[in-house]
């Protein structure tokens, strides 16, 4: 069934925004990509531990099902393809982890080395919208709740006399048709600014708002045309923490872009200096003060959806890895909790009576011994003049 967001993007009155940042808090629903359970290729070192199989790495996720992770996130064909869905049924029957969503497998294979729903080849485009048919089949056949599509190599190094708005073309045209061929089927888009290309299509927060406006207005099939009609987005996002700072944008504000026109279908979190290539480390290694402006835009938006941790846990073992990604967002989410949301509301509509406050009440939020600080007063909102 598909998930309803709507309510991601419903404007409130001071007061109703009041009531909601009181009454309302986030469910913390883990959920973890299977690729990251075996270790990957790189460049400049040998793997760090031995490959593992599907099936060793479905154990591993099992031993994590008491700590709370409850969803699962795999590659088309590579991870999970027709051959093994009866292996991924049992074990989601067997451990009550679901399977949240199969994701085509767009960027690793040799033919697609100028790119898949893009590339100028159309043989070579068609082979990738038919995989794409296909990934989003098996959603449609398992029930997930929608298809991540990453297009980390569609994209170019020498921008020269290319046709860009050509190739964006071609990138939406295909996914569209894939999604009028599975009706019914919800796209979480994931942008990347750069890496493994150059530059990679679509590859900031707000071109993937874009692309779903591009993709949407393509759509032809009934039931889609009765989704989009009833105010259901179907091409919607899954921004990942680490992309959004590749591209030097802040993370609340980015993804309030989605969340205003209730595209966010799913969220990917990690940790990742401003800039630099993709280092996917564990949540709140770094700045964890971002993951708290996030969890606090989600909430003020009424997120009800998954928290998806995508690390590479290269030098952890990967359970290790993932409890502490869970615990860092438990906590982080704790403190927002506990915030004085009237006074914030103040600071917010009334900076011009209450410069600095907010900074030291987020000192004293985060402090381990605020009573060690100078009192700090509550805001009151100011009445009638």
Same mark, same amino acid.
């Given at each position: 069934?598909?998930?309803?967001?709507?309510?991601?993007?419903a404007r409130r009155t001071p007061a109703e925004t009041l009531a909601h940042l009181q009454s309302f808090a986030l469910d913390l629903r883990f959920?973890?990509?299977?690729?990251?359970?075996?270790?990957?290729? &790189?460049?400049?070192?040998?793997?760090?531990?031995?490959? #593992?199989?599907?099936? @060793? !790495?479905?154990?591993? $996720?099992?031993? *994590?099902?008491?700590?709370?992770?409850?969803?699962?996130?795999?590659?088309?064909?590579?991870?999970?393809?027709?051959?093994?869905?009866?292996?991924?049924?049992?074990?989601?029957?067997?451990?009550?982890?679901?399977?949240?969503?199969?994701?085509?497998?767009?960027?690793?294979?040799?033919?697609?080395?100028?790119? &898949?729903?893009?590339?100028?080849?159309?043989?070579?485009? #068609?082979?990738?919208? @038919? !995989?794409?048919?296909? $990934?989003?089949? *098996?959603?449609?056949?398992?029930?997930?709740?929608?298809?991540?599509?990453?297009?980390?190599?569609?994209?170019?190094?020498n921008g020269f006399g290319m046709d860009f708005a050509d190739a964006r073309h071609r990138f939406a045209e295909g996914l569209a048709e894939a999604?009028?061929?599975?009706?019914?089927?919800?796209?979480?888009?994931?942008?990347?600014?750069?890496?493994?290309?150059?530059?990679?299509?679509?590859?900031?927060?707000?071109?993937?708002?874009?692309?779903?406006?591009?993709?949407?207005?393509?759509?032809?099939?009934?039931?889609?045309?009765?989704?989009?009609?009833?105010?259901?987005?179907?091409?919607?996002?899954?921004?990942?923490?680490?992309?959004?700072?590749?591209?030097?944008?802040?993370?609340?504000?980015?993804?309030?872009?989605?969340?205003?026109?209730?595209?966010?279908?799913?969220?990917?979190?990690?940790?990742?200096?401003?800039?630099?290539?993709?280092?996917?480390?564990?949540?709140?290694?770094?700045?964890?003060?971002?993951?708290?402006?996030?969890?606090?835009?989600?909430?003020?938006?009424?997120?009800?959806?998954?928290?998806?941790?995508?690390?590479?846990?290269?030098?952890?073992?990967?359970?290790?890895?993932?409890?502490?990604?869970?615990?860092?967002?438990?906590?982080?989410?704790?403190?927002?909790?506990?915030?004085?949301?009237?006074?914030?509301?103040?600071?917010?509509a009334q900076p011009e009576r209450c410069r600095g406050w907010l900074e030291g009440y987020l000192t004293r939020a985060r402090a381990s011994r605020?009573?060690?600080?100078?009192?700090?007063?509550?805001?009151?909102?100011?009445?009638?003049?």
């Amino acid at each position: 069934m598909l998930p309803d967001l709507r309510s991601q993007a419903a404007r409130r009155t001071p007061a109703e925004t009041l009531a909601h940042l009181q009454s309302f808090a986030l469910d913390l629903r883990f959920s973890a990509g299977i690729w990251y359970f075996s270790p990957a290729a &790189s460049r400049f070192h040998d793997k760090y531990g031995p490959d #593992r199989s599907i099936e @060793e !790495r479905l154990e591993i $996720a099992a031993t *994590l099902a008491p700590h709370g992770l409850g969803g699962l996130e795999a590659h088309y064909p590579n991870e999970i393809n027709e051959g093994n869905a009866d292996l991924w049924r049992s074990f989601c029957q067997d451990t009550g982890i679901r399977l949240i969503t199969v994701i085509p497998l767009l960027f690793y294979d040799r033919a697609f080395e100028f790119g &898949s729903l893009s590339n100028p080849d159309e043989r070579v485009r #068609r082979t990738a919208i @038919e !995989r794409t048919m296909a $990934a989003f089949a *098996l959603n449609r056949e398992l029930d997930t709740e929608f298809a991540v599509v990453w297009p980390g190599i569609d994209g170019y190094e020498n921008g020269f006399g290319m046709d860009f708005a050509d190739a964006r073309h071609r990138f939406a045209e295909g996914l569209a048709e894939a999604i009028d061929e599975v009706p019914g089927v919800r796209v979480a888009f994931e942008p990347k600014p750069y890496e493994p290309r150059g530059r990679i299509l679509f590859g900031t927060t707000p071109e993937g708002v874009l692309l779903g406006r591009m993709v949407e207005s393509m759509l032809g099939h009934a039931e889609n045309r009765r989704l989009l009609g009833e105010g259901h987005a179907l091409c919607c996002m899954n921004p990942e923490v680490g992309h959004v700072l590749m591209g030097y944008e802040d993370l609340a504000y980015a993804f309030s872009w989605p969340l205003s026109e209730a595209r966010l279908a799913h969220t990917h979190w990690n940790s990742q200096p401003l800039g630099n290539y993709d280092q996917d480390l564990g949540i709140g290694t770094i700045s964890p003060e971002l993951v708290e402006g996030l969890l606090y835009t989600l909430k003020l938006h009424g997120y009800r959806g998954w928290f998806g941790i995508d690390i590479n846990p290269e030098r952890t073992p990967v359970d290790v890895a993932i409890r502490n990604s869970m615990d860092a967002l438990r906590a982080a989410n704790d403190r927002i909790e506990s915030l004085d949301h009237e006074s914030i509301m103040v600071a917010h509509a009334q900076p011009e009576r209450c410069r600095g406050w907010l900074e030291g009440y987020l000192t004293r939020a985060r402090a381990s011994r605020p009573d060690r600080l100078p009192p700090w007063p509550r805001l009151a909102p100011r009445g009638p003049a």
